[in-house]
DNA sequence: GCACTTGGTGTATTAATAACACAATAGTAT
DNA sequence: ATACTATTGTGTTATTAATACACCAAGTGC
């Protein structure tokens, strides 16, 4: 991925400015066309992927790191964010510690440290997003949860565990808000409850289910032009929508 | 707490050993009289008061690295560990940095560093807990939750991230085998459950929907001796127990 | 025996979840 | 225009889970 101008380079100012051993990986979801989406990186001239990451400023909270990192690759800023685990294995980096070694000695080669990496996932709109590869890769880029590539690293298992966790939280938390457009109809917020739980849903249970919330207000005009029957248009009523982020749901699917 | 000696060996001893900028914290639970307890330590000459906590060895699982430390606090092996959030504000461990600034210059004190620290709870039998006092500290206790000691940095907060989440967990996880002695009886339980939810609950239906997860044992015989009526012995059934806590149990308090 | 405390069990009521059927609408094909 | 079809909206019933509540049993102290 670098060559050896660009590693030192890179090396001298992680050294300077970022925490040692300790990294941020995101596991970005985003829903577009009833599919479920992750943002994915493919390295330079290796060709492997990764999810996107990268280090903590030497003064900076996590959670802005995390914010930092995600603008970079999205382009959007205050995106919804949660960190879920911290990956602790010193086998974990393993791969990478081998990385340029004919470069550069250990002891200045900022890859081959080992690397805490503190999962954060997050949720964003879609069409919002402009996917950007950072220094390292050649490509940024959406792909189908159910068609990812093969990552590096444990990558596989920090996506399956953000995905976990998100299920986890579609019992007690609103989820929604973040990923769908402004306005959008109930069979489409349906379809992204049954791709985040990979299971069917009751359409009129569903309906009744979400509305019981009390955080979706139905717009005047149901929407047009669509081949059928014209469905009502729904948006989230933000007050209570946060209400509910904080006061927790109460039931299960 | 350190003279400077002890301190000078304290530092060279950590920078080779230890993972830079990343601690330890824990919040032991434990269950004795009906209270619920948490362990704490105090700090030597200072007199104030900390959650038990430490570093990683450089080649070290963090998780291994929290069930070491809580060896040396607990004596027990083999505890009921769980992480559940990275604390990663710079200014969270901004009052340690200025300790000992008159004994070593900032490069060379280890405290002088940012620290991140990774929170983990654990879950203990009380009775076999033996509290043991690290280097640091005076004396290591267990204080009721009611009545807890005010704690340096960002402690409180920790524990009550902790408790916060043991009682989320409460919603899809069997909680109770690694807090209650071997046999119990039905009351017993339900007085852990009443203590972490901080509510009192129905005698009858507590009794109903703990059988209904199929993860108690009735043993034979009730327990004689006390005053007033024999009540049943109950002990977990380990195999349900470890699959309900794969699968999660349903329903919320 | 009697009062008192604690523990065990059952039943009626209410709320939540799941299963299911039909009517309305906007386009498409003829 | 008419029938057809896919899709959306809504209501009703059955099942299951949660809640509220009342009685009986066993041991202690008097």
Redesign the interface.
Known sequence: MFNKQELIDFCNNARENF????SIDCVVFGFHEGQLKVLVLKMKNEGSWYLPGGF?L??????EAANRILKDRTGLDEIFLQ?F??F???ERSRPHNEMYKDYLPPAENWFAN?F?T?GYYALVDFVHVNPTPDSHSELCAWYDLADMPNMELDHATILKTALDTLR?QL??QPIGYNLMPKEFTMPELQKLYETILNQKLDRRNFQRRMLAFGILNRSEQPRKGGAHKAPFLYSFDLDNYQNALKEGL???W
């Open positions: 925490l040692s051993h300790i903590v030497k003064n900076e909270p996590i959670d960190q685990h911290v602790g294995d010193p080992r805490l503190i986890l019992n007690y109460k039931g299960g």
